[in-house]
């Protein structure tokens, strides 16, 4: 699309700096024929991957299977989150609690305490689901709550938990660098 109004780097930032939808966290490709950009620049900048024209069917699905597959359907949305008070605060509240809840899950799966992981998943629900983050949490759930559930299938649904973790407090450190003064 030819935007002559607008840059791909204004488009991005509309788009991060808004409370619509998943705006803030929808992946964004840029494409281009500026061969002196590099992807890992666009990267940096905010975009989610870069297609240098011209380009070929095959890399454009190529792209759009990587970002559509089941790790990036579920993104993150801190909009609810950061509706009052200190945008920047909350976030860095939000990485340090998840960090020690991470720690605990871990814990409570080395010890094989299903009692503890469920009342994490229960801990966890609310907070998460508002950030559209609570998938793994519902499979951890089903795991534990199975009949009988092997060892790896509890490690997996636990490890699923401890990268979204993971994913929240990447993304919310992100963001909260956008709201520092």
Same mark, same amino acid.
């Given at each position: 699309?030819?935007?002559?109004?607008?840059? /791909?780097?204004?488009?991005?930032?509309?788009?991060?700096?808004?409370?619509?939808?998943?705006?803030?966290?929808?992946p $964004?490709?840029?494409?281009?024929?500026? /061969?002196? $950009?590099?992807?890992?620049?666009?990267?940096?900048? !905010?975009?989610?991957?870069?297609? /240098?024209?011209?380009?070929? $069917?095959?890399?454009l699905?190529?792209? =759009?299977?990587?970002? &559509?597959?089941?790790?990036?359907?579920?993104?993150?949305?801190?909009?609810?989150?950061?509706?009052?008070?200190?945008?920047?605060?909350?976030?860095?509240?939000?990485?340090?609690?998840?960090?020690?809840?991470? *720690?605990?899950v871990?814990?409570?799966?080395?010890?094989?305490?299903?009692?503890?992981? *469920?009342?994490?998943?229960?801990?966890?629900?609310?907070?998460?689901?508002?950030?559209k983050?609570?998938?793994?949490?519902?499979?951890?759930?089903?795991? $534990?709550?199975?009949?009988?559930?092997? *060892? !790896?299938?509890?490690?997996?649904? =636990?490890?699923?938990?401890?990268?979204? !973790?993971?994913?929240? =407090?990447?993304? &919310?450190?992100?963001?909260?660098?956008?709201?520092?003064?």
């Amino acid at each position: 699309m030819k935007m002559p109004d607008m840059n /791909g780097y204004e488009v991005l930032e509309l788009l991060r700096t808004s409370d619509i939808g998943n705006s803030r966290t929808i992946p $964004i490709v840029a494409v281009t024929a500026a /061969g002196f $950009i590099t992807e890992e620049e666009l990267k940096s900048a !905010g975009f989610t991957a870069m297609l /240098g024209k011209p380009f070929s $069917i095959a890399e454009l699905l190529n792209v =759009v299977s990587q970002y &559509a597959n089941k790790e990036h359907r579920q993104l993150l949305d801190f909009s609810a989150l950061l509706t009052f008070g200190d945008r920047r605060h909350t976030l860095e509240r939000l990485v340090t609690e998840t960090e020690k809840e991470m *720690d605990e899950v871990q814990n409570a799966a080395k010890e094989k305490n299903m009692e503890a992981l *469920d009342g994490w998943v229960h801990h966890l629900r609310s907070s998460w689901m508002l950030m559209k983050a609570e998938q793994p949490l519902q499979e951890l759930y089903a795991v $534990i709550h199975s009949d009988s559930p092997t *060892d !790896g299938e509890i490690t997996h649904a =636990v490890n699923a938990v401890l990268a979204q !973790g993971k994913m929240i =407090v990447d993304l &919310a450190r992100k963001e909260a660098k956008r709201w520092e003064e």
